[in-house]
């Protein structure tokens, strides 16, 4: 792994929420004062590609990249637009058993209205 790579994960997995490509260029500047914005839509590409970091494509909204690569959805909320981990540890049996095929990963993102803007 890239030092660049390492700096891009240890921000991600210091954070409870989903960042953007640019949130995380921003917080990368901080500590790496010479990183290019490129460097690091490279590097969130190919963290996401060898799946040790999640993209969330939400539309409308920019790329978010989930610290979790493990099978789990999440909740967006459609005022706000925050997103939420949801995790459904049964989910990836009952779409094996209704696919009758091994299920590697999945993507699930559901609309809601989150607590805050009810």
């Known amino acids: 792994m890239t030092k660049q790579q390492t700096l891009i994960c240890d921000i991600l997995a210091n954070v409870h ?19 290019a914005m490129g460097t ?11 799946r040790q970091i999640r993209r969330l494509t939400v539309p409308g909204q920019p790329d978010r990249y989930d610290k979790n690569p493990m099978p789990h959805g999440h909740l967006v909320c459609q005022n706000c637009g925050k997103l939420q981990d949801l995790f459904l540890p049964d989910l990836v049996p009952y779409l094996e058993q209704a696919a009758g095929q091994n299920i590697t990963h999945y993507e699930l993102t559901m609309g809601h209205i989150c607590p805050n803007c009810k």
Do not use: C, G, K, S
Not at 17 to 35: G, Q
Not at 40 to 50: F, K
């Open 40 to 50: 690091v839509y490279r590097n969130l590409n190919q963290l996401a590609a060898d």
């Open 17 to 35: 929420d989903h960042l953007t490509a640019e949130e995380v260029f921003f917080r990368a500047r901080e500590r790496m004062p010479n990183i």
